[in-house]
């Protein structure tokens, strides 16, 4: 399974992969507390698609196992698995430990 350290690795490099495509003045801020969705996000949605394509693809890969990041689970919960980078990981965590 992966750990936490191999799911951060995958969302920032979503997230770098994101930055390879704009300009040097529209960089974003890439970290653990990269604000993905919500209040202050540095993503707009068509971004926010990207990475969550991105992310999944590469988790289910390395996971050898398929996993949605977009079910009506995702969309249901009090807080958005999306709104960070550590939120968005303690979700693909709750999900591959549920699939284990």
Do not use: C, W
């Not at 040097?24 to 507390?33: A, F, I, Y």
């Not at 991105?54 to 996971?63: F, L």
């Not at 807080?79 to 960070?84: E, H």
């Amino acid at each position: 399974m992966l750990n936490q350290d191999a799911i951060h690795a995958i969302i920032l490099q979503a997230l770098n992969n994101i930055n390879d495509e704009r300009g040097p003045d529209e960089q974003l801020t890439v970290g653990l507390d990269t604000r993905l969705f919500g209040a202050d996000a540095v993503l707009d949605s068509l971004s926010l698609v990207s990475v969550i394509v991105d992310v999944e693809g590469a988790v289910s890969e390395q996971a050898g196992r398929d996993i949605s990041l977009t079910d009506d689970r995702a969309m249901s919960q009090d807080v958005s698995p999306f709104t960070d980078v550590n939120s968005l990981t303690a979700y693909i965590e709750l999900l591959l430990s549920e699939k284990a």
